[in-house]
Structure formats: structure tokens, C-alpha cells
């Protein structure tokens, strides 16, 4: 697992590097970190999808590549007000992250939501073939060179794979739906990095109260709230969501529009009776879901 381990981690790397470019709560943990002589281990990050039949999309479109090199699905969690579905998935070694991954079930919305999200979708660009899937899982194999394109090829992916949207479809999309419409403008990147709170490795930041407490005065937006008590298995939390500009057609025209993106979330897994909860708990997720809402 040594070459699909170290493929994994160039690729995280790679979406950290284009995330934290956006997100300046995440630089802020970073220097926070720094600043106490902390330790970052990512405990899990997160993408969205369309669930859509015709053009094929949804979890599979983004756990496929992942499987092939070692992930697996650990974890089913249904969402019926939201019209979501989630899996997460475990990583093949300790040292990668776990993966959140949902998707949004089209078929239950109006028939103009429906067909919003389904005429993204269908123009959605292809994505890893038969054969690359075969490549990432016979890794050790190629040769550095082709390991280098596909892991280009891959990374390449992780944004809209879809044309601008109409601004107005934006907007009709999201009085149904919010994440709907953050995926109709996003679509799969990254929607959140987390923290291990437990691996800070430090005692300024040894719990959830005190690394939201030093986020809050280096100045980041935080949730208000913890989700989950001290004590239980676990606890999570996050900054507000960044606004950054986002392309648009309106007319014939192309514009950049502000809407929320992504925000960095914290978790702690406590050690209880000699182990640490892997999995994930549905209310907590409902409520961190909303926190791309716009206000």
C-alpha cells in the first residue's frame, strides 16, 4: 500500500493547497497551529453531488477512484428532509483521511429543480475511465510518468465539471435547496477539511473548547454552537462558510456573483474505553450541512 498511500497523500496535498487558497479561516488554524506548536492531521473531508440517472453522477462519481486505491464505504447515513443521502468512507492506512460523501437526490424535487440540476448534470465532462480506475488499482505497476498524468487527470476533477448556470437557475434552485444550488456552482470541490482536535498533539489545543476558543481570538467566524457534549464520542464544530465570487451567465453575459463556498470544520473523537468513534453521527451532520446557507 506504500504507492497508493503516497498517490493518496500527493493528491490531498493538492486539494489542501487549492482549498486553503480560498478559505482564509483554514490559514488562520494554520498559523494558530504554528503559533503553538501544534500538529494538523486531517480527520476527514467532505464533496457533494447530484444523484442523476442519465448522465451518471452522484457518490459513485466521487468514491470510485478512492475504491480503487483502498477506500471503503464504512458508514450510510439518510438525510429525508434534505433530500440527501451520505456514505463516509475509511482510508486503507491511519495516516489518510476519511471521506464524507453525499449526494443530493434529484428525483424527489419539483420538476423545476429537477430539471435545473439535471441539465447540469447532463453536461457534466466524463469522468476517470475503465481503464484509469484499473491503473489507480494496479498503482505500483505504472510507470512514475503515467502515475503523474493520472494523478493530474484526477486532481483536474475537483471543481464544476458542468458550463456556468444561469444566475436565475441558481436562485430558483436554492429556495428548494441549498445544497442543491452550492453543488449547481461548486460542484465537486472540496466542501471542508477538518481537524482532528485530539491529534493537536498539544495542550493549548487539546480540546474542542479551546481550539474554538483560540479561532475565535485570532478573529474567525465560528458556528455558535458545539455539536455534542463533552464527553460523548464525538464533538464537532466549524468556522462560518467564505464567501468568494463565483462565475455565472446572466443573458448572454458571464459574471462573478458572490455566494458562501466552503467552511473548515474541527472534531474531536475523545478515547473512550480505549478506542475512538470512527464513524459519524446524522444530527450533527443535518446541522453542519446548513452552514453553507446563505444568509
Given at each position: 500500500?506504500?504507492a497508493?498511500?503516497?498517490?493518496?497523500?500527493?493528491?490531498?496535498?493538492?486539494?489542501?493547497?487549492?482549498?486553503?487558497?480560498?478559505?482564509?479561516?483554514?490559514?488562520?488554524?494554520e498559523?494558530i497551529?504554528?503559533?503553538?506548536g501544534g500538529t494538523?492531521?486531517?480527520d476527514h473531508?467532505?464533496?457533494?453531488?447530484?444523484?442523476?440517472?442519465e448522465?451518471?453522477?452522484?457518490?459513485?462519481?466521487?468514491?470510485?477512484?478512492?475504491?480503487?486505491?483502498?477506500?471503503?464505504?464504512?458508514?450510510?447515513?439518510?438525510?429525508?428532509?434534505?433530500?440527501?443521502t451520505?456514505?463516509?468512507?475509511?482510508?486503507p492506512?491511519?495516516?489518510?483521511?476519511r471521506?464524507?460523501?453525499s449526494?443530493?437526490?434529484?428525483?424527489?424535487?419539483s420538476?423545476?429543480?429537477?430539471?435545473?440540476?439535471?441539465a447540469?448534470a447532463a453536461?457534466a465532462?466524463p469522468?476517470?475511465?475503465?481503464?484509469?480506475?484499473?491503473?489507480?488499482?494496479?498503482?505500483?505497476?505504472?510507470?512514475?510518468?503515467?502515475?503523474?498524468k493520472?494523478?493530474r487527470?484526477w486532481?483536474?476533477?475537483?471543481g464544476?465539471?458542468?458550463?456556468?448556470?444561469?444566475?436565475?437557475?441558481?436562485?430558483?434552485?436554492e429556495?428548494?435547496?441549498?445544497?442543491?444550488?452550492w453543488?449547481?456552482?461548486?460542484?465537486?470541490t472540496?466542501?471542508?477539511?477538518?481537524?482532528?482536535v485530539h491529534?493537536?498533539?498539544?495542550s493549548a489545543?487539546?480540546?474542542i473548547e479551546?481550539?474554538?476558543?483560540?479561532?475565535?481570538?485570532?478573529?474567525?467566524p465560528?458556528?455558535?454552537?458545539?455539536?455534542?457534549?463533552?464527553g460523548?464520542k464525538?464533538?464537532?464544530?466549524?468556522?462560518?462558510a467564505?464567501?468568494?465570487?463565483?462565475?455565472?451567465?446572466?443573458g448572454a453575459?458571464l459574471?462573478?456573483k458572490?455566494?458562501?463556498?466552503?467552511?473548515f470544520?474541527?472534531?474531536?473523537?475523545?478515547?473512550?474505553?480505549?478506542r475512538?468513534?470512527?464513524?459519524?453521527?446524522?444530527?450533527?451532520?443535518t446541522?453542519?450541512?446548513?452552514?453553507?446557507?446563505?444568509?
Open positions: 500500500m506504500i497508493q498511500t503516497a498517490f493518496l497523500e500527493r493528491l490531498f496535498d493538492w486539494l489542501w493547497k487549492e482549498y486553503r487558497d480560498r478559505v482564509s479561516h483554514a490559514r488562520a488554524y498559523d497551529l504554528k503559533e503553538h494538523f492531521r486531517n473531508l467532505a464533496f457533494r453531488t447530484f444523484a442523476a440517472q448522465r451518471w453522477s452522484g457518490i459513485a462519481s466521487i468514491a470510485r477512484p478512492f475504491e480503487a486505491l483502498g477506500y471503503r464505504a464504512a458508514g450510510a447515513y439518510d438525510f429525508p428532509d434534505k433530500h440527501l451520505s456514505l463516509h468512507f475509511a482510508p492506512s491511519e495516516n489518510l483521511p471521506l464524507f460523501v449526494e443530493l437526490r434529484v428525483w424527489e424535487l420538476p423545476r429543480a429537477r430539471r435545473i440540476a439535471l447540469a453536461k465532462e469522468g476517470l475511465s475503465d481503464e484509469e480506475l484499473a491503473g489507480l488499482s494496479d498503482l505500483p505497476r505504472l510507470p512514475a510518468r503515467k502515475r503523474d493520472l494523478l487527470r486532481a483536474a476533477q475537483f464544476r465539471r458542468w458550463p456556468a448556470p444561469k444566475a436565475a437557475d441558481a436562485l430558483a434552485l429556495k428548494e435547496t441549498q445544497f442543491g444550488a453543488v449547481l456552482l461548486h460542484g465537486h472540496v466542501n471542508h477539511f477538518t481537524a482532528a491529534a493537536h498533539g498539544v489545543l487539546d480540546d479551546k481550539t474554538v476558543a483560540a479561532m475565535k481570538k485570532a478573529g474567525v465560528m458556528k455558535p454552537d458545539i455539536e455534542g457534549d463533552p460523548t464525538l464533538r464537532q464544530s466549524s468556522t462560518q467564505v464567501v468568494i465570487p463565483v462565475e455565472m451567465r446572466s453575459r459574471v462573478r458572490p455566494w458562501t463556498y466552503a467552511y470544520e474541527i472534531a474531536e473523537r475523545p478515547m473512550l474505553d480505549g475512538r468513534f470512527e464513524g459519524f453521527l446524522g444530527g450533527q451532520a446541522n453542519l450541512f446548513e452552514m453553507t446557507r446563505r444568509s
